[in-house]
């Protein structure tokens, strides 16, 4: 007979989901996207379950939700949420104002240079 960590190793579920990957799916018909937080199997008549941790709470039956726990087969990795083409910035460094799309012209108009404010007066 073999120790406990073999025994362990040839007949535990192998998780699908890692501690901190991103995934979406629906719990209860909702939509959600959150973190997975464990991948784990409490017995074998549930089965696998993966907790997830919300990136916004859910309101469901008066309650609010901010980790729920789903079936590895009901949710889908998360790839990106932002599209695939990267912002274009004015100048290098800077952070775009808004997440969209700065077409070309709009990045080479020269943008006016405000008037400095007139110094405050003492009082």
Known sequence: MG???EYFEKNRPKPVWHIGDRVFGRWNKIPFV???GNDNMINEQEGPRVSIFLDLPILFEDKLHS???VKQ???KRLVSMVEEEPLKLREP???PAKRTKQDDTRA???VPKKSPRP???AT
């Open 73 to 75: 087969k009901d949710i």
């Open 108 to 110: 080479s108009k020269t």
């Open 119 to 121: 110094p405050k007066k």
């Open 67 to 69: 980790v729920i726990f």
């Open 93 to 95: 460094g800077s952070i």
């Open 34 to 36: 959150g973190t997975v």
């Open 3 to 5: 120790t406990l960590a």
